[in-house]
């Protein structure tokens, strides 16, 4: 398995502009994560799915946050409109279900760059 | 609620010296602790994990870490430290009777010079 797909690695947009990160988990994993990592607040847990449904969406910041995973092997993050505070890097994870104490496994993250 | 400190923003060790990177956590129930590291421009990857059984946990690279369920610490460790092994190193953990949360600590540099 080629492990968690991210796209794009890197997107630089302006300020109101919508923007979309896209995921690939690992095929067979019935859990999605998405994650915001910044200097000053480290990783923070945006949203989680299981089984495509979203379960806990209370790390979204705003409403202009939204998540949406239309079937098991892919999941969107999208911005509208965005705004320089939302530059970061954004990371999914994905990990199976058997249990609590599976680790997740983490792409290699959207670095976006809002201007 | 759950939470992880990280008390060193930054850990400076000389090339084969023994290295800690420091972790400690506050649960409700029984602790799932992972480690995880971050080189740069990169997602982050799965080092170990402590779920029961022995309190010394050994993973990748030669990483090992030790859970102390008194001190409520998992503190990672080395016996001979690389420089390949300069990175940024993420303690998480995840309650057992909070669900699927995974809390991760502020990340801890390791500088391993030379």
């Known amino acids: 398995d080629a492990g968690v797909i991210q796209s794009p690695r890197h997107e630089v947009t302006e300020m109101g502009q919508e923007v979309t990160l896209r995921c690939k988990p690992i095929s067979g994993h019935d859990y999605l994560f998405w994650y915001r990592q910044t200097m000053m607040r480290g990783l923070e847990l945006l949203i989680y799915?299981?089984?495509?449904?979203?379960?806990?969406d209370s790390g979204m910041p705003e409403d202009r946050f939204s998540a949406k995973m239309p079937n098991a092997s892919f999941s969107t993050l999208k911005i509208q409109p965005s705004e320089p505070r939302d530059s970061a890097v954004y990371f999914c994870a994905s990990r199976t279900g058997t249990g609590l104490n599976t680790e997740a496994f983490f792409g290699q993250g959207t670095r976006l760059t809002v201007v | 609620a759950q939470s992880v400190a990280q008390p060193e923003d930054q850990v400076n060790v000389a090339e084969g010296n023994p290295l800690t990177v420091k972790c400690t956590y506050s649960?409700?129930?029984?602790?799932?602790l992972f480690w995880y590291v971050q080189y740069p421009n990169r997602g982050l990857q799965f080092l170990l994990k402590y779920i029961t059984g022995d309190n010394l946990v050994k993973g990748s690279y030669g990483f090992e870490a030790e859970f102390n369920k008194s001190q409520t610490s998992f503190h990672l460790k080395k016996p001979s430290a690389l420089v390949s092994d300069s990175a940024l190193y993420f303690c998480?953990?995840?309650?057992?009777?909070?669900?699927?949360?995974?809390?991760f600590g502020g990340g801890t540099r390791l500088m391993v010079k030379p």
């Open positions: 649960v409700s129930g029984n602790p799932y």
């Open positions: 799915f299981n089984n495509n449904v979203p379960i806990d």
């Open positions: 998480a953990v995840r309650d057992n009777n909070a669900g699927n949360m995974l809390t």
